[in-house]
Protein backbone atom coordinates (compact mmCIF):
# COMPACT_ATOMS: atom_id res chain seq x y z
CA UNK A 1 0.00 0.00 0.00
CA UNK A 2 2.87 2.82 0.86
CA UNK A 3 4.51 1.61 -2.39
CA UNK A 4 1.17 2.04 -3.92
CA UNK A 5 1.04 5.53 -2.51
CA UNK A 6 4.69 6.70 -3.32
CA UNK A 7 4.36 6.00 -6.73
CA UNK A 8 1.17 8.12 -7.44
CA UNK A 9 2.23 10.90 -5.66
CA UNK A 10 5.82 10.80 -7.05
CA UNK A 11 3.59 11.43 -10.94
CA UNK A 12 1.67 14.42 -9.30
CA UNK A 13 4.54 16.17 -7.98
CA UNK A 14 8.26 15.44 -10.23
CA UNK A 15 10.33 17.57 -7.30
CA UNK A 16 8.66 17.57 -4.02
CA UNK A 17 6.24 15.24 -3.06
CA UNK A 18 4.35 14.46 0.11
CA UNK A 19 5.87 11.16 2.22
CA UNK A 20 2.28 11.10 3.79
CA UNK A 21 -1.23 12.60 3.96
CA UNK A 22 -4.10 13.40 6.16
CA UNK A 23 -6.78 15.21 5.45
CA UNK A 24 -9.37 16.15 2.20
CA UNK A 25 -6.99 16.93 -0.74
CA UNK A 26 -7.66 17.66 -4.74
CA UNK A 27 -5.51 18.24 -7.68
CA UNK A 28 -5.68 20.78 -10.07
CA UNK A 29 -3.72 21.76 -13.34
CA UNK A 30 -3.29 25.43 -13.86
CA UNK A 31 -0.51 27.81 -14.58
CA UNK A 32 0.64 24.81 -16.75
CA UNK A 33 1.40 22.23 -14.13
CA UNK A 34 -0.56 19.86 -11.54
CA UNK A 35 -0.75 21.41 -8.09
CA UNK A 36 -2.56 19.93 -4.52
CA UNK A 37 -4.33 21.00 -1.92
CA UNK A 38 -5.41 19.26 1.25
CA UNK A 39 -7.25 20.77 4.04
CA UNK A 40 -7.69 19.20 7.61
CA UNK A 41 -11.84 19.58 8.16
CA UNK A 42 -14.15 17.54 9.81
CA UNK A 43 -16.43 18.04 6.84
CA UNK A 44 -15.13 16.76 3.17
CA UNK A 45 -18.08 19.05 1.27
CA UNK A 46 -17.28 22.30 2.95
CA UNK A 47 -13.29 21.01 2.15
CA UNK A 48 -13.87 20.84 -1.06
CA UNK A 49 -14.86 24.08 -1.41
CA UNK A 50 -12.92 26.20 0.28
CA UNK A 51 -10.11 24.21 -1.48
CA UNK A 52 -12.11 25.69 -4.99
CA UNK A 53 -12.02 28.90 -3.54
CA UNK A 54 -8.10 28.36 -3.43
CA UNK A 55 -7.75 27.10 -6.71
CA UNK A 56 -10.20 30.16 -8.15
CA UNK A 57 -7.49 32.46 -6.42
CA UNK A 58 -4.45 30.53 -8.63
CA UNK A 59 -6.46 30.56 -11.19
CA UNK A 60 -6.68 34.68 -10.88
CA UNK A 61 -2.88 34.68 -10.43
CA UNK A 62 -2.42 32.74 -13.78
CA UNK A 63 -4.52 35.41 -15.24
CA UNK A 64 -2.68 38.26 -14.45
CA UNK A 65 1.41 37.35 -14.32
CA UNK A 66 1.07 34.34 -17.45
CA UNK A 67 3.26 35.48 -20.74
CA UNK A 68 1.25 32.30 -22.09
CA UNK A 69 -1.91 34.49 -21.92
CA UNK A 70 -1.93 37.80 -24.33
CA UNK A 71 -4.40 40.08 -22.23
CA UNK A 72 -2.68 39.32 -19.17
CA UNK A 73 -0.85 42.23 -17.32
CA UNK A 74 2.31 41.18 -17.91
CA UNK A 75 1.45 40.47 -21.49
CA UNK A 76 0.42 44.02 -21.81
CA UNK A 77 3.67 45.24 -19.96
CA UNK A 78 5.73 43.03 -22.65
CA UNK A 79 4.02 44.10 -25.67
CA UNK A 80 4.76 48.01 -24.46
CA UNK A 81 8.62 47.28 -23.85
CA UNK A 82 10.60 50.32 -25.51
CA UNK A 83 7.36 52.63 -26.16
CA UNK A 84 5.73 53.01 -22.80
CA UNK A 85 4.48 52.45 -19.42
CA UNK A 86 1.91 50.28 -18.33
CA UNK A 87 -0.19 50.87 -15.25
CA UNK A 88 -0.75 47.58 -13.58
CA UNK A 89 -2.60 46.54 -10.67
CA UNK A 90 -0.82 47.15 -7.37
CA UNK A 91 -0.37 43.83 -6.48
CA UNK A 92 1.26 42.88 -9.61
CA UNK A 93 3.52 45.87 -9.02
CA UNK A 94 4.88 44.82 -5.66
CA UNK A 95 5.36 41.67 -6.86
CA UNK A 96 7.37 42.37 -9.41
CA UNK A 97 9.11 45.03 -6.72
CA UNK A 98 9.94 41.99 -5.13
CA UNK A 99 11.25 39.92 -7.63
CA UNK A 100 13.68 42.99 -7.90
CA UNK A 101 14.71 42.66 -4.57
CA UNK A 102 15.30 38.83 -4.88
CA UNK A 103 17.52 39.77 -8.15
CA UNK A 104 19.87 42.29 -6.14
CA UNK A 105 20.15 39.55 -3.37
CA UNK A 106 21.07 36.84 -5.70
CA UNK A 107 23.57 39.13 -7.69
CA UNK A 108 21.31 38.60 -10.86
CA UNK A 109 21.09 34.72 -10.35
CA UNK A 110 17.44 35.43 -10.35
CA UNK A 111 16.26 37.51 -12.76
CA UNK A 112 12.90 38.40 -14.04
CA UNK A 113 14.44 40.06 -17.29
CA UNK A 114 15.14 36.88 -19.10
CA UNK A 115 12.16 36.63 -20.90
CA UNK A 116 14.00 36.67 -24.65
CA UNK A 117 15.98 34.06 -23.32
CA UNK A 118 13.19 31.98 -22.16
CA UNK A 119 11.78 32.34 -25.62
CA UNK A 120 14.44 31.59 -27.42
CA UNK A 121 15.38 28.22 -25.64
CA UNK A 122 11.59 27.58 -25.47
CA UNK A 123 12.20 24.37 -22.78
CA UNK A 124 8.61 24.06 -21.82
CA UNK A 125 7.51 23.34 -25.78
CA UNK A 126 10.25 20.94 -26.31
CA UNK A 127 13.52 23.07 -26.48
CA UNK A 128 15.22 24.65 -29.53
CA UNK A 129 18.91 25.65 -29.16
CA UNK A 130 19.67 29.27 -29.62
CA UNK A 131 22.82 30.23 -32.11
CA UNK A 132 25.39 31.93 -29.70
CA UNK A 133 24.63 35.35 -31.61
CA UNK A 134 21.29 34.88 -30.82
CA UNK A 135 21.86 34.60 -27.21
CA UNK A 136 24.22 37.35 -27.46
CA UNK A 137 21.27 39.55 -28.90
CA UNK A 138 19.53 39.46 -25.99
CA UNK A 139 22.58 40.20 -23.92
CA UNK A 140 21.77 44.12 -24.03
CA UNK A 141 17.46 43.65 -23.38
CA UNK A 142 18.07 41.34 -20.19
CA UNK A 143 19.04 43.54 -17.48
CA UNK A 144 16.72 43.74 -14.79
CA UNK A 145 18.20 47.08 -13.93
CA UNK A 146 15.76 48.68 -17.45
CA UNK A 147 12.62 47.73 -15.85
CA UNK A 148 11.29 50.96 -14.43
CA UNK A 149 8.58 50.72 -11.48
CA UNK A 150 6.88 54.27 -10.49
CA UNK A 151 4.83 53.63 -7.20
CA UNK A 152 3.17 56.92 -7.19
CA UNK A 153 1.48 55.98 -11.18
CA UNK A 154 1.06 52.02 -10.14
CA UNK A 155 3.17 51.69 -13.99
CA UNK A 156 5.63 49.68 -15.36
CA UNK A 157 7.79 50.33 -18.16
CA UNK A 158 10.48 47.77 -19.94
CA UNK A 159 12.99 50.24 -21.19
CA UNK A 160 14.52 48.65 -24.34
CA UNK A 161 12.31 46.92 -27.30
CA UNK A 162 12.02 43.63 -27.00
CA UNK A 163 12.46 42.98 -23.64
CA UNK A 164 10.34 40.89 -21.76
CA UNK A 165 9.31 39.91 -18.04
CA UNK A 166 8.69 36.48 -17.16
CA UNK A 167 7.63 35.58 -13.82
CA UNK A 168 8.04 31.68 -13.83
CA UNK A 169 10.61 31.56 -11.53
CA UNK A 170 8.16 33.05 -8.85
CA UNK A 171 4.71 33.40 -9.62
CA UNK A 172 3.73 29.49 -8.53
CA UNK A 173 5.61 30.42 -5.05
CA UNK A 174 3.17 33.44 -4.48
CA UNK A 175 0.14 31.84 -6.14
CA UNK A 176 0.81 28.48 -3.36
CA UNK A 177 1.30 31.98 -0.51
CA UNK A 178 -2.65 33.59 -1.66
CA UNK A 179 -3.82 30.10 -1.79
CA UNK A 180 -2.87 29.46 1.78
CA UNK A 181 -4.19 32.88 2.67
CA UNK A 182 -7.64 31.62 1.07
CA UNK A 183 -7.68 28.38 2.97
CA UNK A 184 -7.16 30.73 6.39
CA UNK A 185 -9.63 33.53 5.33
CA UNK A 186 -12.35 30.16 5.29
CA UNK A 187 -11.35 29.12 8.23
CA UNK A 188 -8.73 26.39 7.87
CA UNK A 189 -6.13 25.67 10.43
CA UNK A 190 -4.48 23.30 8.96
CA UNK A 191 -3.28 22.46 5.08
CA UNK A 192 -0.47 22.11 2.86
CA UNK A 193 -0.83 23.60 -0.61
CA UNK A 194 1.47 22.58 -3.56
CA UNK A 195 1.77 24.61 -6.40
CA UNK A 196 3.84 22.03 -8.38
CA UNK A 197 7.47 22.38 -6.36
CA UNK A 198 5.86 25.10 -4.61
CA UNK A 199 4.56 24.36 -1.13
CA UNK A 200 3.04 25.42 2.10
CA UNK A 201 2.32 24.13 5.38
CA UNK A 202 -0.06 25.54 8.15
CA UNK A 203 -0.87 24.30 11.40
CA UNK A 204 -0.76 20.34 11.55
CA UNK A 205 -1.64 16.97 10.44
CA UNK A 206 -5.18 15.44 11.45
CA UNK A 207 -3.34 13.11 13.87
CA UNK A 208 -1.48 15.64 15.15
CA UNK A 209 2.20 15.47 13.53
CA UNK A 210 3.77 17.59 11.24
CA UNK A 211 3.82 17.81 7.78
CA UNK A 212 6.36 15.60 5.70
CA UNK A 213 7.68 16.83 2.40
CA UNK A 214 9.98 14.61 0.85
CA UNK A 215 12.75 16.04 -0.84
CA UNK A 216 13.40 14.30 -4.54
CA UNK A 217 16.80 13.32 -5.71
CA UNK A 218 17.42 15.05 -8.87
CA UNK A 219 19.10 11.99 -10.33
CA UNK A 220 17.04 8.74 -8.88
CA UNK A 221 13.70 9.09 -9.78
CA UNK A 222 11.41 8.02 -6.80
CA UNK A 223 14.42 8.29 -4.49
CA UNK A 224 14.30 10.92 -1.89
CA UNK A 225 17.27 12.82 -0.94
CA UNK A 226 15.97 13.01 2.36
CA UNK A 227 12.33 14.11 4.45
CA UNK A 228 11.70 17.64 6.17
CA UNK A 229 9.14 18.10 8.48
CA UNK A 230 7.18 21.59 8.13
CA UNK A 231 4.87 23.43 10.46
CA UNK A 232 4.19 27.68 9.29
CA UNK A 233 6.52 27.64 6.57
CA UNK A 234 7.38 27.11 3.27
CA UNK A 235 9.46 24.72 1.05
CA UNK A 236 10.61 25.14 -3.00
CA UNK A 237 12.98 22.97 -5.40
CA UNK A 238 14.35 24.17 -8.13
CA UNK A 239 16.35 21.20 -10.42
CA UNK A 240 17.42 20.86 -13.41
CA UNK A 241 15.84 17.15 -14.04
CA UNK A 242 12.23 18.81 -13.65
CA UNK A 243 11.70 20.89 -17.42
CA UNK A 244 14.57 19.80 -19.85
CA UNK A 245 15.03 18.15 -23.10
CA UNK A 246 18.24 16.33 -24.22
CA UNK A 247 20.19 16.89 -28.04
CA UNK A 248 23.02 14.66 -28.96
CA UNK A 249 23.19 13.39 -25.47
CA UNK A 250 23.21 16.59 -23.72
CA UNK A 251 20.67 17.45 -21.45
CA UNK A 252 19.40 21.68 -21.32
CA UNK A 253 16.96 22.82 -18.95
CA UNK A 254 14.67 25.71 -17.93
CA UNK A 255 16.89 27.63 -15.23
CA UNK A 256 18.75 30.21 -17.72
CA UNK A 257 22.28 31.80 -16.24
CA UNK A 258 21.76 35.82 -17.48
CA UNK A 259 25.14 35.94 -17.23
CA UNK A 260 25.74 32.98 -19.68
CA UNK A 261 22.03 32.72 -21.68
CA UNK A 262 22.56 29.48 -21.45
CA UNK A 263 20.82 26.83 -18.56
CA UNK A 264 22.60 27.10 -15.38
CA UNK A 265 25.14 24.43 -15.32
CA UNK A 266 26.74 24.90 -11.42
CA UNK A 267 23.68 22.74 -9.38
CA UNK A 268 21.41 19.81 -10.13
CA UNK A 269 18.50 20.79 -7.79
CA UNK A 270 18.48 23.60 -4.98
CA UNK A 271 15.93 23.51 -1.80
CA UNK A 272 14.74 26.28 -0.09
CA UNK A 273 12.81 26.76 3.04
CA UNK A 274 11.56 29.96 4.49
CA UNK A 275 8.65 31.54 6.01
CA UNK A 276 6.40 32.40 2.25
CA UNK A 277 6.85 30.38 -0.47
CA UNK A 278 7.21 33.75 -3.04
CA UNK A 279 10.53 33.72 -1.14
CA UNK A 280 11.76 29.98 -1.16
CA UNK A 281 10.72 30.26 -5.19
CA UNK A 282 12.50 32.88 -5.94
CA UNK A 283 15.40 31.93 -3.55
CA UNK A 284 15.45 28.32 -5.21
CA UNK A 285 15.65 29.37 -8.74
CA UNK A 286 18.74 32.54 -7.86
CA UNK A 287 20.69 29.92 -5.76
CA UNK A 288 20.50 27.30 -8.08
CA UNK A 289 21.64 30.10 -10.89
CA UNK A 290 24.82 31.49 -8.17
CA UNK A 291 26.01 27.95 -7.76
CA UNK A 292 27.12 25.85 -3.96
CA UNK A 293 29.80 27.96 -2.67
CA UNK A 294 27.83 31.63 -3.19
CA UNK A 295 24.62 29.75 -2.96
CA UNK A 296 25.41 28.71 0.75
CA UNK A 297 26.89 31.87 1.97
CA UNK A 298 23.79 33.93 0.93
CA UNK A 299 21.67 31.12 3.09
CA UNK A 300 23.31 31.31 5.77
CA UNK A 301 23.37 34.71 5.83
CA UNK A 302 19.72 35.14 5.62
CA UNK A 303 17.86 35.40 8.41
CA UNK A 304 14.91 32.25 8.71
CA UNK A 305 15.99 30.66 5.69
CA UNK A 306 17.39 27.24 5.35
CA UNK A 307 18.29 25.26 2.43
CA UNK A 308 20.34 22.05 0.55
CA UNK A 309 21.87 22.62 -2.64
CA UNK A 310 23.18 19.26 -4.71
CA UNK A 311 26.23 20.66 -6.93
CA UNK A 312 26.53 19.83 -10.44
CA UNK A 313 28.89 16.58 -9.15
CA UNK A 314 26.03 15.62 -7.38
CA UNK A 315 27.48 16.97 -3.58
CA UNK A 316 24.55 17.34 -1.35
CA UNK A 317 25.33 20.75 1.19
CA UNK A 318 22.89 21.35 4.10
CA UNK A 319 22.67 24.55 5.66
CA UNK A 320 23.77 25.02 9.26
CA UNK A 321 19.62 25.71 10.56
CA UNK A 322 18.31 22.69 8.71
CA UNK A 323 20.86 19.71 9.81
CA UNK A 324 18.91 18.12 12.56
CA UNK A 325 15.97 18.65 10.39
CA UNK A 326 16.64 16.05 7.46
CA UNK A 327 15.21 11.95 8.41
CA UNK A 328 15.84 9.54 5.83
CA UNK A 329 12.14 8.04 6.89
P1 LIG B 1 9.71 25.60 -11.77
O1 LIG B 1 9.00 26.63 -12.56
O2 LIG B 1 9.97 24.37 -12.51
O3 LIG B 1 9.16 25.37 -10.41
P2 LIG B 1 11.72 27.49 -11.01
O4 LIG B 1 10.95 28.06 -9.91
O5 LIG B 1 13.17 27.28 -10.76
O6 LIG B 1 11.15 26.12 -11.53
O7 LIG B 1 11.53 28.51 -12.21
C1 LIG B 1 11.98 28.25 -13.49
C2 LIG B 1 11.27 29.18 -14.41
O8 LIG B 1 11.66 30.53 -14.13
C3 LIG B 1 11.60 28.97 -15.87
O9 LIG B 1 10.71 28.08 -16.48
C4 LIG B 1 11.50 30.37 -16.43
O10 LIG B 1 10.15 30.69 -16.70
C5 LIG B 1 11.96 31.24 -15.29
N1 LIG B 1 13.44 31.45 -15.25
C6 LIG B 1 14.41 30.78 -15.90
N2 LIG B 1 15.62 31.25 -15.58
C7 LIG B 1 15.42 32.25 -14.68
C8 LIG B 1 16.29 33.13 -13.95
N3 LIG B 1 17.61 33.08 -14.07
N4 LIG B 1 15.70 34.02 -13.13
C9 LIG B 1 14.35 34.09 -12.99
N5 LIG B 1 13.50 33.29 -13.63
C10 LIG B 1 14.01 32.38 -14.46
MG1 LIG C 1 11.56 29.38 -8.52
Redesign the pocket.
Known amino acids: MKIVLLIVVLIVFPITAYADEGGFKKSKKLMGTEMEITVVSADEKAAHKVIDAAFAEIRRIEELMSTYIPESQISKINSAAGKKAVKVDHELLRLIKRAVEYAEMTEG????A?GPL?KLWR??EGGNIPKKDEIKKTHEIIDYRDIVINEKKETVFLKKNGMAI?L??IA?GYASDRAEIVLKKNGIVSGIVAV???INAFGKKADGNKWRVGIQHPRKKGTFIGIIELEDEAV?T?GDY??FFIRDGKRYH?????KTGEP?GKCQSVTIIAKEATAT?AL???I??MGPEKGMELIERLPDVEGIIIDAKGNMAVSSGLKNRIKDK
Request: no cysteine.
Open positions: GFNIVIVSDGGKAGDSSERHIIDPADSTGFV
